[in-house]
């Protein structure tokens, strides 16, 4: 089994600034890319931001430059930071990473529970 354990949502104000973590663990061969994804009400799951193994980064164009997205390879955690947050980042966000259990085994997508993340104006 692999389970993802996401940690740092709540209540800020618009401006202000919090710190999503999610450790992967169980059976894990490696870990390709870890990331974060959102869903707020009514809205399709849509990517934040994801970093590969060797530390590629693609994050979306509407929080680039108030979030920044980093990985510790070594504890299998993937952090979000995120700064000047805007009413409209309220979501919940999913952690998500692409595991290879066995050396022998394909890659899948597992996702954490999801952080409710809420930005009051």
């Known amino acids: 089994q692999v389970q993802l354990v996401e940690s740092g949502g709540g209540l800020v104000q618009a401006g202000g600034s919090l710190r999503l973590s999610c450790t992967t663990s169980?059976?894990?061969?490696?870990?390709?890319?870890m990331g974060w994804y959102r869903q707020a009400p009514g809205k399709q799951r849509e990517l934040v931001a994801h970093?590969?193994?060797?530390?590629?980064?693609n994050i979306a164009a509407s929080v680039k430059g108030r979030f920044t997205i980093s990985r510790d390879n070594a504890n299998n955690t993937v952090y979000l930071q995120m700064n000047s947050l805007k009413p409209e980042d309220t979501a919940v966000y999913y952690c998500?990473?692409?595991?290879?259990?066995?050396?022998?085994?394909?890659?899948?997508?597992?996702w954490g529970q999801g952080t409710q993340v809420t930005v009051s104006s």
């Open positions: 970093i590969t193994s060797e530390g590629n980064i």
């Open positions: 998500n990473a692409r595991v290879r259990k066995y050396w022998y085994s394909n890659e899948y997508d597992h």
């Open positions: 169980g059976s894990i061969f490696s870990i390709n890319a």
